[in-house]
């Protein structure tokens, strides 16, 4: 439920930015995707946070990452206990 | 020994796989798969060219599809069936092929396979366990002189290759890193070919961060399944290896991979099985095998099995592969050293996707030839009492990569997906609407452009060169269709940079 809840949000911000926008865990080098909205760039994407073992990417020519990462901290802040590191 | 007993008892978990049947039965109906293929004999050439267009949808086809495919006589209906295959492949993957090389650490095995050079009786088998320094020579040879970054580690059933041994081992892979001519080589994915493991191992290998987990099921025929792995083995319990792919999603390992060894049985039984497998895996999961293998069984030492009654001629093989093309049409097909160069030529214009090179199977095999300084010392003989089976095509990675150039492809060492997320339903979505493909192009010229630069020989490196002008024009050319110019600029700095000694830059 969280999950397809994440996805509309995610689809939301991606469309606002012009960006594609993923977030996905860590696990050694392995990044798994998670969850994420928004069409491909076909451009490298930036890991443009951490929330715990989560990354949070993006991929397009928006430079507004840290507006970004507040929208996606402030949805998952909804669900979840985040303690700030 | 009575160790050893002690751990073989504590492998199976069956509540982790009965939870997945339904009333008692797996998800290979034997019947039912003969059924399909007698139902749908002596198809109508309208009927199979529908169904060729049905796997441009990149869908998953129907067993009775597959099956009618498989029927199919008409010599002309193939060649439009083989060449629908190699479209499919150029759709989803564009013209790269993805190289990487096995690892063999462990040759310890708890199993008694009738047809495998390492089962237990063979007593003419000399049982090697690499040392975590034996790991990192062999990965210093791969990453350092050979030019890999992909590797697919192999691992015996056996205590002293379990769950822990393997973390290690993968762990130390990914730690070496070797001066190379202009940069830095070193392994960026491990894939894992190991027994059928329990959800709490697979979790362990999941957060050392490995790519693709792969256990193949041997044969899907049940009854041939339990002649050849004796009673009382481990690998005799079918179900805990068919549900394997299922417990490593539901470990969060998302890039999973099966195979069959063709050979066992019928091929025609084993191909309607794969997709019944990559069918069921999709409507549990939403998530449909990462890659297929398809190895044909090969001479073992002292092999009890009978490799004439299911061979499968080159003929049939091709049509194997073409007909798994098309049924799991997304899909990563793997072609392996396994088979001898003649055979790949002709394999991999078929949907071919990865193949490996430089291929050494024996326990440490990689530092004692690759570690020799002259290639004259180089020159050895396969020895069968180290290593599984015999491997039909041991060219360096050089003449593979070469003659890859010469037939079109160009080589990637691409490994960019799991490292930003492109796994899972996220892979799955992306190679269904064609997009994996985009990526596979851009990151193929740059990494090709490293192994050029750090491995090549000059020759190859000409041709190399050749062949990225042409690649860069063909992206170049996709603006603005699929590219955006900042796609382009993006790949003309990154190539420049890597050209200067810079590494490990990828979309």
């Known amino acids: ?85 | 020994m009575r160790t050893e007993a002690r751990w073989i008892d504590n492998v199976i978990k069956k509540e982790e796989y009965e939870k997945y049947m339904n009333n008692g039965k797996d998800f290979i109906n034997d019947d039912e798969i003969w059924e399909k293929i007698k139902n749908n004999k002596d198809p109508e050439a309208q009927k199979v060219r529908g169904i060729i267009q049905k796997s441009f949808t990149l869908e998953l086809l129907s067993p009775d599809d597959t099956a009618t495919l498989l029927n199919v006589k008409d010599p002309q209906l193939w060649d439009e069936i083989f060449d629908a295959a190699g479209q499919l492949k150029r759709k989803v993957y564009d013209n790269r092929i993805v190289t990487f090389a096995p690892l063999y650490c462990s040759n310890f095995c708890v199993n008694n396979c009738l047809y495998c050079g390492f089962r237990s009786d063979n007593k003419d088998e000399k049982r090697l366990k690499l040392t975590l320094d034996d790991v990192r020579k062999e990965t210093e040879v791969l990453a350092g002189k050979i030019g890999h970054k992909r590797l697919v580690v192999v691992y015996g059933e056996h205590p002293v290759s379990d769950v822990n041994y393997m973390a290690d081992t993968i762990r130390t892979i990914y730690d070496v890193k070797v001066k190379t001519r202009k940069g830095i080589g070193e392994i960026r994915r491990v894939n894992v070919n190991a027994a059928p493991m329990s959800v709490e191992d697979l979790r362990i290998l999941k957060d050392v961060g490995v790519g693709t987990y792969q256990v193949f099921q041997e044969t899907y025929n049940h009854k041939i399944y339990s002649e050849v792995h004796p009673k009382g083995t481990l690998k005799a319990n079918y179900q805990w290896r068919l549900y394997s792919m299922h417990r490593a999603l539901e470990a969060g390992i998302d890039d999973v991979a099966i195979g069959a060894l063709f050979g066992l049985y019928d091929w025609r039984f084993e191909v309607m099985a794969m997709l019944y497998h990559a069918i069921e895996l999709e409507s549990k999961f939403g998530i449909g095998p990462h890659t297929v293998s398809f190895p044909r069984l090969e001479e073992a030492q002292n092999s009890l099995f009978d490799t004439q009654k299911y061979k499968v001629s080159d003929e049939d093989f091709k049509k194997l592969v073409a007909v798994l093309r098309l049924s799991i049409p997304y899909t990563g097909m793997i072609l392996t050293a396994r088979e001898p160069a003649k055979v790949r030529r002709e394999i991999l214009p078929i949907g071919i996707t990865q193949t490996d090179a430089s291929t050494r199977i024996g326990i440490g095999a990689y530092s004692e030839i690759y570690g020799a300084e002259k290639m004259s010392e180089r020159e050895e003989n396969q020895d069968l009492g180290k290593q599984q089976f015999m491997i039909g095509d041991p060219r360096d990675l050089d003449d593979v990569v070469h003659e890859l150039a010469e037939m079109g492809y160009i080589t990637s060492f691409c490994t960019a997906g799991y490292r930003c997320g492109r796994t899972g339903t996220n892979i799955m979505t992306l190679l269904k609407s064609e997009k994996e493909g985009q990526f596979c192009k851009l990151n193929a010229i740059l990494t090709f452009r490293e192994w050029l630069d750090d491995f090549a020989s000059d020759e190859t490196k000409k041709l190399g060169e050749e062949l990225i002008k042409k690649e860069m024009e063909e992206v170049r050319s996709r603006i603005p269709k699929i590219y955006s110019k900042k796609t382009v600029t993006t790949l003309e700095d990154y190539h420049e940079r890597i050209k200067n000694g810079e590494r490990d830059l990828y979309f």
């Open chain 1, 1 to 85: 439920m969280e999950k397809e809840i994440f996805t509309s949000e995610f689809e939301k911000i991606a469309k606002v930015h012009d960006v594609r926008l993923w977030i996905a865990e860590k696990l050694g080098r392995r990044w798994s995707y998670v969850t994420g909205g928004g069409n491909e760039k076909f451009l490298p994407a930036r890991l443009i946070g951490q929330i715990g073992n989560y990354g949070v990417f993006i991929e397009g020519e928006n430079l507004d990452d840290k507006e970004i990462f507040a929208n996606v901290h402030e949805i998952l802040s909804r669900f979840f206990d985040i303690k700030e590191d």
